[in-house]
């Protein structure tokens, strides 16, 4: 879908953000992915997710200090709900455990109300919460999503889990909006 040349050509432009006290890894600028990130809506999207999360993760597991401590964290997909064939964040947390020691959950953390935050404000997306539920035992967690614009979404996730008595490391996102 993508060819070495093509996808060597997309920069990586590693960049943090905080949310709630939690460091948000993110790996693309939106300007140079959100074309191919709109391909998730499609049966194709899979492949070009997956070589976008291949790239992103072999880069986090190779310039991650703590990469012994991986191990013990669990993934963690926002709303990880199968639609047009495949989950978008179950195609990034698999790129990620493959790459690292992690272990990733898949189904565990869905929302109540199926709500689209693309486009929308930030008003409307505080005013619209996706009612999200945290159905794992498992209390190490690295949330995952495929883009982070307000920090809505991760705000959201990291209460949830939480209230839950989960403790959630950091989080992971291919592209960052506000980069």
Not at 30 to 47: A, E, H
Not at 50 to 76: E, G, P, V, W
Not at 101 to 106: G, Q, S, T, V
Request: glycine letters at 6%; one cysteine or more.
């Amino acid at each position: 879908m993508i060819c070495k040349i093509c996808l060597d050509s997309i920069p990586l432009r590693p960049s943090v953000r905080e949310v709630m006290g939690v460091r948000v890894y993110c790996f693309y600028g939106y300007d140079d992915v959100s074309f191919l990130l709109n391909s998730k809506y499609y049966t194709i999207g899979s492949r070009i997710l997956a070589r976008l999360s291949d790239k992103a993760a072999c880069y986090f597991a190779h310039n991650n200090s703590n990469s012994q401590a991986l191990h013990t964290l669990t993934l963690i997909g926002i709303d990880d709900f199968v639609r047009s064939y495949y989950s978008h964040t179950g195609v990034i947390m698999r790129a990620f455990a493959k790459h690292t020691a992690m272990k990733a959950l898949y189904g565990q953390l869905k929302a109540s109300k199926q709500v689209s935050y693309a486009g929308k404000p930030l008003s409307y997306r505080q005013a619209n919460k996706r009612a999200l539920s945290y159905t794992a035992k498992a209390k190490d967690l690295a949330i995952v999503d495929d883009i982070i614009t307000t920090g809505t979404s991760f705000s959201e996730a990291i209460e949830v889990c939480t209230q839950k008595g989960a403790k959630v490391h950091f989080a992971l996102t291919l592209c960052n909006a506000q980069e």
